[in-house]
């Protein structure tokens, strides 16, 4: 059966309107914070500018101007030039603008009069930098350029375009098919999110970083991750219908593909799990050891059995234990007749855990918060205090006051010593705090994982934010919790 990838028209809107949006997150080649932007500048609405786009992204085209005429072109801003009318065919798909090498050897040989084999020698010379075959073609252009009619000074115009362009120039029957893939999985996320998108959460389930950003790009093109689900889940994200994707019991820490296998066969055998105590009796403790169900019980994936995850977690010895008796006294009974099974103890009671304390063992099983944000339980001590919330934080003059729950905190050494860089999660969005020597030594003990900061900063061209302390102590005083002290000190932006 032919693939029906194979026979998309390269034509489809919405495939398009996914590109001029740089909604391509998990799109192939297009993934970056740079190509992400050069797509909002260039907005391509045809095949050709894919191509295109992927060639211009690398640091040649992109310091050589070509991005720059190639842009205002394309969008009827500035005039363009093909050289000569017999050029036109040759140079209008990228605007008059030399990005192939492949339109190298087409200029040699409409105006030069090259073979197609002189042609790509003189692609090869041009990117070696030979001076004395250089040389050579340059006569070679100019001589072939008079014999076809042709002004020998557009010769040399061409020859130095192509001379410089060359450097930079780049495969198109290489990125070409690369911008096939391009525009299939465009066109798979326009049609088809939910299955693109599960596909593309389950192609990196080891990797937490990619997941988080997957899931995250999920979630903002209005698809719901339905949480992980022991009776519900494989080990891969799977679509259940084109809005929803369930969670993969994979991406959960301390798993791996034995244990989930033997939980889905189990459940596969004897149908949907009852509680914990049956999860443990029919599963082979031996893959699914203690570590495993624990991990399962952190992210969730027995809520829909014991709501009460601290329960749940409290009673993993207690139902290993009873599951181990259950299957001696099994083997004891079937000598002397039918197995009676016996009815399993409750639940260990303890209190559940608090939304923070819920949340912060979410993260350690999935690698970040799905079923909900701890920022959410301090938003009552935060009231009365002008917040920016993250999402608009943006280069302006003056400080900024901001408040989230520490994401992450790396240090570096430098000159004046060491800083951190602090990674601020307010649900809206994360930005990165930059954290200088003086102020890091003095706060430091505050700046803890999952804890509640509160700064003030100055933010940068990167948007990143230098963070100040000036006023620490009266937004703690407000906070009447331990976000963050320490004495004043002048804010610095990161350039």
């Given at each position: 059966m032919a693939n029906p990838l194979e026979t998309l028209p390269f034509t489809?809107?919405?495939?398009?309107?996914?590109?001029?949006?740089?909604?391509?997150?998990?799109?192939?080649?297009?993934?970056?914070?740079?190509?992400?932007?050069?797509?909002?500048?260039?907005?391509?609405?045809?095949?050709?500018?894919?191509?295109?786009?992927?060639?211009?992204?690398?640091?040649?085209?992109?310091?050589?101007?070509?991005?720059?005429?190639?842009?205002?072109?394309?969008?009827?801003?500035?005039?363009?030039?093909?050289?000569?009318?017999?050029?036109?065919?040759?140079?209008?798909?990228t605007y008059g603008v030399i990005v192939y090498q492949e339109q190298v050897m087409q200029i040699s040989q409409i105006i030069g009069g090259y073979t197609l084999g002189g042609a790509d020698l003189l692609r090869r010379a041009m990117g070696k930098k030979k001076a004395e075959e250089?040389?050579?073609?340059?006569?070679?252009?100019?001589?072939?350029?008079?014999?076809?009619?042709?002004?020998?000074a557009l010769a040399?115009?061409?020859?130095?375009l192509m001379e410089k362009f060359a450097e930079y120039g780049f495969n198109k029957s290489h990125t070409a098919a690369y911008a096939v893939v391009t525009y299939q999985t465009a066109w798979l996320k326009a049609h088809h999110a939910a299955?693109?998108?599960?596909?593309?959460?389950?192609?990196?389930?080891?990797?937490?970083?990619?997941?988080?950003?997957?899931?995250?790009?999920?979630?903002?093109?209005?698809?719901?991750?339905?949480?992980?689900?022991?009776?519900?889940?494989?080990?891969?994200?799977v679509p259940v219908d084109r809005k929803?994707?369930?969670?993969?019991?994979?991406?959960i820490k301390g798993t791996g593909e034995g244990a989930i296998a033997n939980l889905v066969a189990a459940r596969d055998q004897g149908g949907s799990f009852n509680d914990l105590f049956d999860f443990c009796r029919r599963v082979d403790r031996r893959l699914v050891n203690r570590r495993a169900i624990e991990a399962l019980v952190r992210a969730g994936a027995f809520d829909s059995l014991h709501?009460?995850?601290?329960?749940?977690?409290m009673s993993v010895g207690l139902a290993m234990e009873w599951a181990e008796n259950q299957q001696a006294n099994a083997a004891q009974d079937s000598l002397f007749g039918d197995i009676v099974a016996q009815t399993p103890p409750p639940l260990a009671k303890v209190p559940e855990w608090s939304l923070k304390e819920r949340l912060a063992l979410e993260?350690?099983?999935?690698?970040?918060?799905?079923?909900?944000?701890?920022?959410?339980?301090?938003?009552?001590?935060?009231?009365?205090?002008?917040?920016?919330?993250?999402?608009?934080?943006?280069?302006?003059?003056?400080?900024?006051?901001?408040?989230?729950?520490?994401?992450?905190?790396?240090?570096?050494?430098?000159?004046?010593?060491?800083?951190?860089?602090?990674?601020?999660?307010?649900?809206?969005?994360?930005?990165?705090?930059?954290?200088?020597n003086e102020t890091y030594e003095a706060c430091r003990a505050f700046i803890k994982?999952?804890?509640?900061?509160?700064v003030t900063g100055r933010a940068s061209l990167l948007a990143t934010v230098g963070l100040a302390m000036e006023s620490a102590e009266q937004y703690s005083r407000s906070l009447n919790q331990g976000s963050l002290f320490g004495e004043e000190t002048a804010g610095e932006s990161m350039g």
């Open positions: 489809d809107p919405a495939a398009y309107d996914i590109l001029k949006k740089a909604n391509t997150t998990a799109i192939f080649q297009l993934e970056s914070d740079g190509m992400k932007q050069l797509l909002t500048k260039l907005e391509p609405d045809r095949f050709e500018d894919i191509i295109a786009v992927l060639a211009l992204y690398r640091p040649g085209p992109l310091s050589s101007g070509m991005v720059d005429d190639f842009i205002p072109r394309k969008k009827g801003k500035q005039s363009i030039d093909y050289f000569h009318p017999d050029l036109k065919a040759c140079l209008e798909p250089m040389a050579t073609h340059r006569d070679i252009m100019r001589e072939g350029a008079a014999k076809k009619g042709y002004d020998p040399m115009k061409l020859f130095d299955a693109f998108m599960a596909a593309s959460l389950s192609s990196d389930l080891d990797n937490t970083d990619t997941v988080k950003i997957f899931h995250d790009d999920a979630v903002k093109n209005g698809l719901a991750i339905l949480p992980p689900d022991v009776n519900q889940s494989s080990y891969r994200f929803s994707i369930r969670y993969g019991l994979g991406a709501p009460n995850r601290a329960a749940a977690l993260k350690t099983a999935l690698g970040f918060y799905i079923s909900g944000h701890p920022f959410d339980a301090d938003r009552d001590s935060l009231k009365g205090i002008a917040l920016r919330p993250l999402r608009e934080v943006k280069p302006q003059p003056g400080q900024q006051l901001l408040a989230g729950i520490v994401a992450s905190v790396r240090t570096q050494m430098t000159r004046r010593g060491k800083m951190a860089f602090v990674t601020l999660d307010d649900r809206s969005a994360q930005v990165e705090v930059a954290v200088f994982e999952d804890e509640l900061l509160v």
